[in-house]
């Protein structure tokens, strides 16, 4: 009778039958992904389309009435000089001249020409400009500023010329930003392999997953080019495509690798163990990826741009893995054969040997099922004890005051808002209407004038600029704060619920939004709390059919999803306990801002959930196996959680190692993550799936696999595999 194989297994016998082609085939998609992604070039999110909300509305009139530009301040400030004295006014002139001779400075203001700014101390003065053009092409003309200003400054060495502003600030932010990505990049790799030659004791092997994973990865950064024409992709993506990437490549195959090698152990053929290997592990791998793509899929739910970005980022670079795993790497693997061992490290050898092939998760494992009660109230009282702190979570969106403050554009930054309070969290007012120059527009905006003039919030010449046409016109309000803080907050309330409502009550035909740091950090925030609720529903209900169909059991998403939710809330107590308690600060070199940074609860929940299915899959379909083979259900449970512990801890080993690379980086965004996922994965592939998974379901005995009746309908999965010798190629 002829054996019936799954898609995995399918594939992988064309795969080993072709190996030319499909090694080949997948070496040329690389290829040609990174031909077409450098022909075709990604587009980037602008800015007005990256703010959502009111702000995000304001933006988009101020770019569509060309009334965005790209302001510049130059600081020149002494302790000891002040406005009026020979040497700062000449420094202040000469800095003056030096810009006016600069190819890229429109609208120039100077105190040398009743322009600008002069401090209340006089120690402090601002030259004021614009670049032109849109915000990547100002990023690039202001280079010749900056020379110009470093001129200035060498010029006078005893006085302070410094340049602060949004294309400047951007260049030097992006140069960090890059610098310290790029450092976790590089850094990964490495790390990585040095956690999968521990793992196979080979270094053939160790490679394998390695460049499957850094293939598919590469492949994806460059195939993001083509979606990024629909949907324009945030900066970070990459990031956080090689992070995702390089986690769920490497554990695909090592899940397969793992199980190709101890078939061969247990005395099968080579192309027999790869069968098995394709049947089984292979399998998992495609229930699994297909889990985490439909988790990351939440993210299109945001409503945010930027997770938009991430969404479609991160479910093709696992759809690229999981192909990668399951047509190449069998190819890969029929190749090599034996030869996968080769390379072999004496030491790890020689205690594998000692060990004799058994997991030191087994031991473990085996005194939780003897006393389940015990180790599920102990386990999971942990967690929920991690977890408590989470229902404290205060959201706050980073703003500059949580930028390493050793960058030198930070320094100037704090410079320029201690000696002119209002530059840095100003609010824009935006009027969009047929006509603002005149009528009861004009009126409303004079009045809107006169109502901050009076305001306690509003600490800075109002000034008012309108679109060529007269349809547009932005109020800048320089309000008290710095930035996104409490107090630049309060302010914005007080200018959306109060001001702006007085001044144009009853005018007909106008259209008033807000914008500024703090409102764009207010709708940002808004936006997550109004949509997490739909996000989370999604997935977990998605989740829950994934797995009711693939295991035929309403008990096992149940638990899957409840266990998941208790690493997940885990997690997010850490971050309480570290970044908003500011447990840890001088250990980490961080200063907390009194919250969590509020896109990453959203962010961590969609990854940790796909990650930790992952894992969860793995186990349960080795699980489920064994009872499709005859085996009990307690004994199946021992047998399966004990033969996958070590695939999952070496899985979970290279994230953990990976994730702790961003906790070094000096963005406070990027300490969160790299906390929260790492410190997830480390309690899902310890406590959760080696204690608190067999301690339930030592409890649950054969109800793990209870299917309502009305449910019988569900098409029966073969985990088992086929026992059988493929056919001859």
């Known amino acids: 009778m002829q054996a019936k194989f799954n898609i995995a297994a399918r594939a992988a016998r064309w795969s080993t039958a072709h190996r030319k082609i499909a090694i080949f085939g997948w070496l040329a998609f690389v290829l040609v992904s990174v031909f077409v992604g450098g022909a075709v070039g990604q587009k980037t999110l602008s800015d007005s389309k990256s703010v959502p909300g009111e702000a995000g509305r304001a933006e988009a009139a101020l770019e569509a009435a060309r009334l965005k530009p790209n302001s510049e301040l130059v600081l020149i400030q002494s302790g000891d000089l002040e406005a009026g004295d020979a040497a700062f006014d000449s420094a202040v002139a000469d800095a003056t001249q030096r810009l006016r001779a600069s190819p890229a400075v429109t609208h120039l203001s100077s105190p040398t ?13 601002l030259i004021e400009f614009e670049v ?7 990023e690039t003309r202001v280079d010749s500023s900056l020379a110009a200003v470093a001129a200035a400054q060498r010029a006078h060495p005893g006085i302070r010329v410094e340049q602060f502003g949004d294309a400047s600030a951007n260049k030097a932010l992006e140069a960090v930003f890059s610098e310290d990505l790029g450092k976790a990049e590089t850094t990964s790799l490495p790390i990585t392999l040095i956690v999968l030659v521990l793992a196979f004791g080979a270094l053939v092997a160790a490679f394998v997953p390695l460049l499957i994973a850094f293939s598919a990865v590469l492949a994806t950064v460059s195939l993001l080019a083509i979606p990024s024409q629909l949907v324009p992709m945030d900066p970070n993506v990459s990031s956080v ?4 990437g390089l986690a769920v490549g490497v554990d695909y195959s090592l899940f397969y690798l793992r199980r190709e090698r101890e078939e061969r152990r247990a005395g099968r053929s080579a192309e027999a163990s790869l069968l098995a290997a394709a049947a089984t592990s292979g399998r998992a791998v495609l229930v699994s990826g297909a889990t985490v793509i439909a988790s990351m899929a939440g993210m299109l739910l945001s409503g945010d741009p930027t997770f938009t970005s991430f969404a479609v980022g991160t479910m093709t670079v696992v759809a690229v893995a999981m192909f990668a795993s399951l047509t190449v790497l069998p190819a890969v693997l029929s190749k090599l054969g034996d030869k996968v061992d080769r390379g072999r490290i004496p030491f790890i050898g020689r205690l594998r040997a000692r060990r004799g092939g058994r997991s030191a998760w087994a031991g473990i494992v085996e005194r939780v099922m003897r006393r389940p009660v015990v180790s599920l109230v102990a386990s999971a009282g942990l967690l929920v004890a991690l977890a408590l702190p989470a229902l404290g979570m205060h959201l706050v969106v980073s703003g500059a005051d949580d930028l390493p403050r050793d960058i030198p554009v930070v320094q100037t930054y704090d410079r320029v808002t201690a000696a002119f309070p209002g530059e840095a969290a100003s609010s824009q007012v935006v009027v969009e209407a047929g006509d603002t120059a005149s009528g009861p527009v004009a009126a409303a905006i004079a009045d809107l004038r006169e109502r901050a003039a009076a305001s306690r919030v509003v600490n800075g010449p109002v000034a008012v600029e309108r679109s060529r046409d007269g349809k547009v016109a932005s109020i800048d309000l320089p309000t008290v704060g710095r930035g996104s803080d409490a107090e630049a907050t309060a302010a914005l309330a007080t200018i959306r619920e109060r001001m702006v409502p007085a001044a144009f009550a009853g005018v007909p035909g106008v259209d008033v939004n807000v914008t500024g740091m703090a409102a764009q950090s207010k709708d940002f925030g808004d936006l997550v709390a109004q949509r997490l609720p739909l996000v989370f529903a999604f997935v977990l209900g998605l989740a ?5 169909f693939t295991f035929r059991s309403i008990v096992v998403p149940i638990k899957a999803i409840a266990l998941n939710l208790l690493s997940v809330g885990a997690a997010y107590g850490v971050l309480v ?13 961080f200063h907390s801002n009194g919250g969590v940074s509020s896109w ?4 961590l929940f969609v990854i940790l959930f796909g990650l930790s299915m992952d894992y969860h899959v793995l186990i349960l379909s080795r699980v ?3 009872v499709d083979r005859g085996m009990s259900s307690d004994e199946a449970v021992r047998r399966g959680i004990a033969a996958t512990a070590g695939t999952v801890t070496s899985a979970a ?6 994730f702790s690379i961003f906790a070094t980086l000096s963005i406070l965004d990027m300490k969160e993550m790299g906390i929260g996922l790492a410190v997830a994965v480390l309690i899902d592939a310890t406590i959760v799936r080696a204690v608190l998974l067999p301690a339930a379901m030592k409890l649950l005995g054969d109800r793990n696999w209870y299917l309502p009746r009305s449910l019988g309908w569900l098409p029966r999965v073969e985990h088992a595999g086929p026992q059988v010798e493929p056919a001859k190629a």
């Not at 032109?132 to 100002?138: F, H, I, M």
């Not at 829950?544 to 009711?548: G, N, Q, R, T």
């Not at 306990?577 to 500011?582: K, T």
């Not at 080993?653 to 990976?658: F, Y």
């Open 241 to 244: 495509v090689v992070l995702v």
């Open 624 to 626: 489920r196996e064994g």
């Open 544 to 548: 829950f059919l994934l797995l009711l």
């Open 577 to 589: 306990l570290v970044f908003q308690d500011g447990l840890g600060e001088s250990l980490l070199g």
């Open 113 to 125: 020409q009743g322009g600008g700014q002069v401090s209340a101390d006089g120690h402090s003065a």
């Open 653 to 658: 080993l290279v994230m953990v190692a990976v």
């Open 600 to 603: 990453l609860p959203m962010f």
């Open 132 to 138: 032109p053009g849109d915000a990547e092409q100002a």
